[in-house]
Structures are given as structure tokens and as C-alpha cells.
T-cell receptor, first 112, second 112 residues
Framework: EAQVTQNPRYLITVTGKKLTVTCSQN?????MSWYRQDPGLGLRQIYY???????DKGDVPEGYKVSRKEKRNFPLILESPSPNQTSLYFC???????????FGDGTRLSIL | KQEVTQIPAALSVPEGENLVLNCSFT??????LQWFRQDPGKGLTSLLL?????REQTSGRLNASLDKSSGRSTLYIAASQPGDSATYLC???????????FGQGTELSVKP
């Protein structure tokens, strides 16, 4: 089944403790992206990747890192999480920029 | 900077009605525009994607139009059903690279 898989789905952690949210797609998609969704602010793009080893900033990249070493994986790294990064995070992928995006089910992060 | 606005923020209609959701964007230099559906607690599902050179796309009871010059798109839903209840989001891909900007969404409720 074609899908975008995020892990974990839920995480409660503390300020400053490094964490990684994994994202994997099995559709051989070139484009992958991370978003956060907050009440009143909607969905905002954090980082995106047009292909392996190519990443670029979205609208809210501060406090996040990404890497794209393989086509299928696009992990989101929070080196030193802070409470303002408490949010619902989505990973998405598409065949290319001009193609419909497929979204994962989301990761709810709470940082205390 | 591209801004995407959706009006209304919420809409409640009786079953069977035809309805229109609106999306406007400030910069007409777009690559494409997508409409998504989001169910509570779920990720986004792509409904329709309109390339910048197209005027409309249709899928079943859904029809999306695009008027680049006026910076507007509409999503028309024919013969609405309770199962159409969800939040509908539009998103614009700019011409410069892979950034995707979302509107805040319209929360639709279709009453039986």
C-alpha cells in the first residue's frame, strides 16, 4: 500500500532533549516536506526536499534540521526542543513539485 | 510574500445543497494550486490540483477553478452529503522552488 509513515505518532518530552521524527515513503517520490499545524496559524512549511541531498527552508525552519540521504526517508530533527515547538507535525511526499502531495497521519509533539 | 486566504472560515449547510468554497492568493506567480481535505485527527488528502496553465479540474462531485489574474480559486461541491463534512484547505506552490503556502481552511459541516 502506498503510504507516508511517520514515527512516533505521539511524543511527550522535555525542553532540550534532542529528538527525531522519522518520515518514510514507499512511492519513490522525489519531493518530501515537513509541516507544522497550529490552531489559528494553520499549516506552515518547515523544510522541503526536491531530491536526495537537496533540502531547502520553508517558512518556519528555525529550531529544526532535516536530512535527505536516501530518497525514501526525510527525518525531522529537533536538536534542542522548546515548548514553542509543541505542535502537530505532518510529513508529505509527491512525485514532483507539480504533483499532488500525500500526507502522513501526523505526529503530535508536546514539549514541557 | 505570498498570502493565502480562505473564506468563510466555517460553513454549515443542509444535505443536498451545492456549495462554493473560496480561496484567494496575493501573488499570481504560482506554479499550481491544490485543494485538500482534512478530517479531524487525520492527515490531509489531496482532492484536486490545478496547474497554473489550467482553468479548472473536476473529480466526481468536485470542481475547482483557477483565475490567476484575479488571484482566486473556488471549490464547488455538488449535492453535498454528510460525509463531505471536513476542513477544506487550499495551498499554493510558488514559481520559485518548492515552497507550499496554505490557507487557514474552511470547516464544512453538512447536516442530514
Amino acid at each position: 500500500e502506498a503510504q507516508v509513515t511517520q514515527n512516533p505518532r505521539y511524543l511527550i518530552t522535555v525542553t532540550g532533549k534532542k529528538l527525531t521524527v522519522t518520515c518514510s515513503q514507499n512511492m519513490n517520490h522525489e519531493y518530501m516536506s515537513w509541516y507544522r499545524q497550529d490552531p489559528g496559524l494553520g499549516l506552515r512549511q518547515i523544510y522541503y526536499s526536491m531530491n536526495v541531498e537537496v533540502t531547502d527552508k520553508g517558512d518556519v525552519p528555525e529550531g529544526y534540521k532535516v536530512s535527505r540521504k536516501e530518497k525514501r526517508n526525510f527525518p525531522l530533527i529537533l536538536e534542542s526542543p522548546s515548548p514553542n515547538q509543541t505542535s502537530l507535525y505532518f510529513c508529505a511526499s509527491s512525485l514532483g513539485q507539480a504533483q499532488p502531495q500525500h500526507f502522513g497521519d501526523g505526529t503530535r509533539l508536546s514539549i514541557l | 510574500k505570498q498570502e493565502v486566504t480562505q473564506i468563510p472560515a466555517a460553513l454549515s449547510v443542509p444535505e443536498g445543497e451545492n456549495l462554493v468554497l473560496n480561496c484567494s492568493f496575493t501573488d499570481s506567480a504560482i506554479y499550481n494550486l491544490q485543494w485538500f481535505r482534512q478530517d479531524p485527527g487525520k492527515g490531509l488528502t489531496s482532492l484536486l490540483l490545478i496547474q497554473s496553465s489550467q482553468r479548472e479540474q473536476t473529480s466526481g462531485r468536485l470542481n475547482a477553478s483557477l483565475d490567476k489574474s484575479s488571484g482566486r480559486s473556488t471549490l464547488y461541491i455538488a449535492a453535498s452529503q454528510p460525509g463531505d463534512s471536513a476542513t477544506y484547505l487550499c495551498a499554493v506552490h510558488g514559481n520559485q522552488g518548492g515552497k507550499l503556502i496554505f490557507g487557514q481552511g474552511t470547516e464544512l459541516s453538512v447536516k442530514p
